[in-house]
DNA sequence: CCCCCAAGAAAGGAATCACTTTCTAACGAG
DNA sequence: CTCGTTAGAAAGTGATTCCTTTCTTGGGGG
């Protein structure tokens, strides 16, 4: 008779389970990262933003720089990259490159900065190792759809290109969002594709006429 | 007549001073920088490396965080990197790029780091403060000696040449630098310069010859 | 030669924080 | 409906470490 019905009185607190309530940690861990910075962040902080305990955290997690390097992983995984498909390889870039800067601004500076500061060491793994992890090894330029599609339609050879040139404009991009912290302005994109980019692949497409 | 000769028994505990003793604090935050990591380095651990106490560092700054960015900037200013003089660009640029990679190799990791995580949030600066205390601010494309110099001998022509491509070599390799840890290789400088730089810079010396 | 500032040693205060432990009760599984 | 798992609350432990304080004594400047 003292049974209380879900719609009753006083603050219904549900109970979170399984996947659900695991990535709401990772999301808590994750915004503590960019709010208050790694050497800032405690357990308690994060299950406080999580309405939860550290208990939680620790039946999940061995230790504090294990859920920091989940909650980096998490992140990438739920904020993929977009990839476009205008029909031109400009149009491609253009869009991809707009999207890594508007999609990895905070990304880039907290991954790097984790990764770097040796910080993650009580994970047992070597610093290029966390990297790797954390970086998520997005550089494989060859592989990439955008150029590949490129090749396709005819508008490049990918045979005949450097690698160097198929990276520069993810590696400009990247440098950017490292000395700025922030996306790149348009302009500043435009000039990557239009004044270094694509006039570098011309230099390498000499014999073709497909670029017009 | 108990006085005891300089020469004498015991270890000879000479008492640093001045300018001398505190470029030795600071070298010695910078190797606990190095080899601890922001994380790990305590007060403790500096004052121990450079064989005195906490109270000789507490006297000089505040906290922790001055310490660490006066480390910082302490061993950029102690160690410059050198400007070549080959007498043509191409060799400048191959010998600066170099030197920059092997000078700041350790720098821009730990610089950055320190600079991103927020960890020196304890000196009242914001993020962006701190990164440009730390990183010095050495982007100063026009200003470079290194193009000046090319421009005097008429090996290119300043006006023409976009700011973009002048920095592209520059971004590049600290986008290595932040992104491998270690300098970069010879052969990488090599694309960077002869595959990148020089031919998008004939780009815009069309009318030029002088550039063989 | 003397004096005073600061180097260096030593010890401790106070706060923070990773991680643990215990307990209650919510919720899913059967 | 029952049972077992685990979410969530609460409190505590031990270690670390920043920073302070006190004291002795070396050595540079006058």
């Known amino acids: 008779m003292t049974r209380v019905t879900a719609e009753a009185a006083g603050p219904v607190r549900r109970r979170r389970h399984g996947k659900q309530l695991e990535a709401e940690l990772l999301a808590a ?3 503590e990262l960019v709010e208050a910075g ?29 859920l920091v390097l989940a909650a ?4 990438r995984s739920a904020h993929p990259v977009a990839v476009p498909d205008t029909g031109t390889l400009r149009g491609d870039l253009l869009a991809q490159l707009t999207a890594v800067g508007e999609t990895r601004a905070t ?5 790097a900065a984790t990764a770097f500061s040796g910080l993650l060491a009580g994970t047992g ?9 954390v970086m998520g090894d997005q550089a494989l330029p060859h592989g990439r759809t955008l150029y590949r599609r490129a090749h396709q339609r005819g508008e490049i050879d990918l ?3 450097p690698a160097a040139v198929l990276d520069l404009p993810f590696d400009l991009v990247r440098h ?7 996306p790149p302005k348009p302009a500043r ?24």
Chains 1, 2 share one sequence.
């Open 107 to 111: 990304f880039f500076a907290i991954a």
């Open 38 to 66: 790694y050497g800032r962040l405690t357990m308690e902080s994060i299950a406080g933003r999580a309405r939860t305990s550290e208990a939680v955290l620790y039946r999940r997690w061995a230790n504090k720089d294990e």
């Open 125 to 133: 793994l070597t610093p290029a190792q966390v990297r790797a992890k």
């Open 189 to 212: 994109i435009r000039v990557i594709v239009d004044e270094l980019f694509l006039p570098l692949l011309r230099n390498h497409q000499a014999g073709h006429a497909s670029l017009e």
């Open 72 to 75: 980096i992983e998490h992140y």
């Open 159 to 161: 045979d005949r290109v």
């Open 176 to 182: 950017d969002l490292l000395m700025e912290l922030v």
């Open 29 to 31: 861990g994750w915004d």
